[in-house]
């Protein structure tokens, strides 16, 4: 089950019930891009175009051009970086509802989205989406939700970049502090990521990295 934060030390400071993303009339373009802090990343950033651009966890802190900024796991509010990154940002947010409780800044205009309960996902992506109406599978990884969340609100052409999925290095030399999972080589959870995009190709999506990756495209 996806954790809340500690009430003593996160206690919760507003209601975001009437900021669901599916009641909120948000709509994107056909071309997005996937912005992640991963190493390989860096250097490739001139490649990103004129596309509207979503962030997801501390790729909010790389310094281009940014649309919007995703973040899923609560646990985020608990890294060093998060509080300034938090501070520091004016545009769109895209959190998952326990985050979006607990941090500092929150605007109107900002949006929400459900998480199913964490597990061991055994079926396929293919099986497990018929039952995520107005949800997202937080196993799939940030980007993976980013993946779904274009998709559905009207993207058909994806690039990612800095989605390296492997390796503990990010772009500025700074290490990646997941506790849950060894990111020593390829991630875990690569494999899992590479069925959400297979499940999007076959609908028409088109993805394009625009930097190494363990991914197959």
Request: aromatic content about 12%; hydrophobic content about 35%; glycine content about 8%.
């Amino acid at each position: 089950m996806i954790s809340r934060p500690d009430p003593e030390k996160y206690p919760v400071k507003r209601s975001v019930s009437n900021s669901d993303i599916f009641n909120s009339g948000y709509e994107l373009p056909q071309h997005v891009c996937i912005l992640a802090p991963g190493l390989n990343g860096a250097g490739n950033y001139d490649k990103i175009g004129p596309v509207y651009t979503i962030a997801v966890n501390y790729g909010i802190t790389i310094p281009v051009h940014i649309d919007a900024w995703l973040v899923a796991d609560w646990w985020g509010i608990q890294k060093d970086w998060f509080p300034k990154a938090d501070a520091g940002w004016t545009g769109q947010r895209l959190f998952s509802v326990g985050l979006a409780e607990h941090c500092n800044f929150w605007k109107d205009t900002d949006i929400t989205f459900e998480l199913v309960k964490r597990r061991a996902v055994k079926r396929g992506y293919a099986e497990e989406r018929a039952t995520l109406t107005n949800r997202f599978r937080p196993d799939e990884t940030s980007v993976g939700i980013a993946i779904d969340l274009s998709y559905r609100f009207g993207a058909r052409h994806i690039d990612l970049i800095g989605v390296d999925m492997q390796g503990y290095d990010y772009y500025d030399g700074t290490k990646s502090t997941c506790e849950s999972c060894d990111r020593t080589g390829t991630w875990l959870f690569c494999e899992m990521l590479n069925d959400v995009i297979k499940w999007h190709q076959e609908r028409g999506v088109v993805f394009r990295s625009h930097s190494p990756t363990a991914l197959k495209i």
